[in-house]
């Protein structure tokens, strides 16, 4: 069975109808943003207190998440709870609507209060959502230091910047 | 220490801001170590004030890490696809995202 089709809107409707507050960083943050950058998964960043991770939970379950490794692309079903969930600093997810990655602490960042601080509120096909600024996509990627996100580390720095500086004339 | 590679367009202030974020320090406490006050060090990650790589380089090691600088070849090619995709609408970049993803797993399930 394929994997479903990436329909993070979705994912983001069902977050929401629970009360779930998160943020979304990575990839898909930098998509937002406008980088070109292609991702199959959302990262998203919750509040830790027990309400939110409650509602998160319940959210998990009505988009039928499931852990997904390589070898199981379709995911192996889990049963977790608020505090569960708590207890594992990233969890890699498939649902009914793509890729899910649920991160408590993305590298160089605290966690969501650190990210909701700068973080803008967007809407991504009708459905509002509040995504790191692009300032602490890079934070994160740069402290993350994988090879995928060094490839694209440059052109997210230009952006920030506003552009590369004018080309001189030859000299 | 961790070093970082400085790329060009990016404003000095943000190398500033990204590692006293990663050291979990406020402005205050960084102006303090290196000697400056708190406004300062906000108009530095602000870029409002010209600042010399010197005092960013201060700056930057007071908070455990460290900036290097290097040459590399021109390539605004990247830069070139980001500003089409900045043209673009929140919504038509998801839907580009998606129409790439489409053509990646047609080609690998041809594959």
């Known amino acids: 069975m394929p994997e479903p089709e990436f329909r993070p809107e979705e994912i983001f409707r069902i977050l929401d109808e629970h009360g779930v507050r998160f943020v979304v960083v990575g990839g898909f943050a930098a998509i937002l943003h406008g980088a070109p950058y292609v991702t199959f998964d959302v990262d998203v960043v919750p509040a830790v207190d027990p309400g939110n991770l409650s509602a998160l939970s319940a959210a998990l379950k009505e988009m039928h998440a499931r852990i997904w490794t390589n070898d199981e692309p379709e995911g192996l079903s889990f049963d977790h709870s608020g505090g569960s969930l708590a207890m594992t600093k990233i969890w890699n997810l498939v649902t009914d609507h793509g890729r899910l990655d649920v991160t408590f602490e993305p590298s160089g960042t605290t966690g969501f209060d650190d990210l909701r601080r700068d973080a803008v509120s967007l809407r991504v096909m009708g459905q509002p959502v509040d995504v790191a600024s692009l300032a602490d996509v890079v934070r994160s990627k740069q402290a993350a230091g994988r090879r995928k996100d060094e490839l694209m580390l440059p052109v997210l720095r230009e952006m920030l910047g506003g552009g590369p500086p004018p080309d001189s004339p030859p000299g | ?111």
């Open chain 2, 1 to 111: 220490m961790m070093h970082h590679v400085y790329h060009g367009g990016m404003e000095l202030g943000q190398f500033v801001r990204e590692a006293r974020r990663r050291a979990g320090l406020s402005q205050r406490e960084l102006a303090a170590r290196v000697g400056i006050s708190q406004p300062q060090v906000a108009r530095i990650e602000r870029g409002s004030v010209d600042t010399s790589f010197r005092l960013v380089r201060r700056l930057v090691r007071a908070s455990g890490f460290d900036v290097s600088i290097e040459l590399v070849d021109l390539d605004d090619s990247a830069w070139s696809v980001a500003q089409t995709q900045q043209r673009m609408s929140i919504d038509a970049r998801v839907r580009a995202n998606r129409a790439l993803l489409s053509v990646a797993g047609a080609a690998k399930d041809h594959a």
